[in-house]
């Protein structure tokens, strides 16, 4: 992926063209980079999670609408019109994919990883979420249930994970350090 | 569009490749498409997340499968862009010379020759997502939850998020969402026909039938034309 393949010539003769015609502006790639490095990212997904485990009442209104709930923290970062949280619980087990194409909800977790968007997790994680997730290293129980959320719409989800069980006494701070954006996205426990 | 895009249950990709401490972006030029993207989106070529997604669909399917996620963008991009008359292939094809590039190295993008189904307006407030549309749609949702529906079993050649794994099968209503710009004609600049949304849940028997894994099932966020009633 370095810049001398054909793609990466090509999107800066794009660029190019588009500065030349006054339609972008030449700061503008570095302020993607600042952006979806620095303040759009899964570490904003990990204050919600945090937020939810040692607040009974916020958890109940980010389950019941998570595009209000997250309101209050301000996040930017698009692709989040409609936020839906979906719990994991000791009888469920939730997981997120975009089959069609690779929705995400960028406000809380910021851009997707590569993994994400390529055809294998694509086309697999909805036929045998079961292997898929064993292939993650997580491996339920047969009463677990699976439910697969393909983000088919502008509705995003995003996976509120069980809180990990060596976690008592932790403040919210310490929490959300150990949220991941795997266990937020479904691929992982915590 | 029964294109290479729609994944859901094909087989042959094998495992899952992850990196470890994957960068955000993997090199600059991928940086680039994004704010390509985001300048044609200011300009108005890329006038809603429905026309930029049936573009991707539309470009090579060798290269949506072999340039990766800024690769798809670009090829996206490059197709509105050219098919806005905002960049001319031969001005693209000596910039990238100028750069020392082969100006044929073969490219995803793929512009019609007359986009006549695609109307380019300049964006204007309203016709984008932005908002629910709701507040513009009185009647009430057809489905409520708990509702066993089946889906369209034919596809089309436009846009449409009914993916093939899903269509003419049996599902029960779990959520519904209010009304939504409805995407099938709203990629292709012939309205936003708004329409309930619902969340559909399915179960792994229903899709995959005795292959199923056990205790599985696969929810979709599928609209009010996707949809008809199952009689019991």
Known sequence: MSDDQPQALRAEALEALLIEQGLLSAEAVDEVIATYNERVGPMNGARVVARAWVDPAFKARLLADGTAAIAEFAFEGGQTEKLVVVENTDTLHNVVVCTLCSCYPWAVLGLPPKWYKDPAYR??????????????????????RVRVWDSSA????????????????????????????????GVAVL | MDGIHDLGGKHGFGAVIRETDEPVFHARWEARVFAVMRAASAAGVIRNADQFRHAIERIDPLAYLGHGYYGRWLGGIETLLREAGVVDVADLEAAIAARGGDPRAPAAARPDRQPAHIDYQPAAPGSRREGQASARFAPGARFAPGARVRTRATGTAGHTRLPAY????????????????????????????????????????????????????????????YLQEVTP
Do not use: K
């Open chain 1, 154 to 185: 502008e509705v995003r989800y995003m996976v509120l994970p069980q809180r990990p069980a060596d976690s008592e006494g932790l403040d919210e701070a310490a929490l959300a350090a150990r949220v991941s954006r795997d266990a937020m996205i």
């Open chain 1, 123 to 144: 086309s697999r994680v909805v036929r045998e979420p079961r292997r898929v997730l064993a292939e993650f290293g997580v491996h339920l129980a047969e009463q677990t």
């Open chain 2, 166 to 225: 899903a269509r003419a099968r049996c599902g029960t209503v779990i959520a519904v969402h209010g009304a939504w710009v409805f995407p099938d004609s709203n990629a292709h600049g012939a309205g936003e026909n708004p329409q309930h949304l619902y969340t559909v849940e399915f179960s792994g028997r229903e899709l995959w039938g005795d292959e199923a894994e056990p205790g599985t099932c696969v929810t979709l966020d599928l609209f009010e034309q």
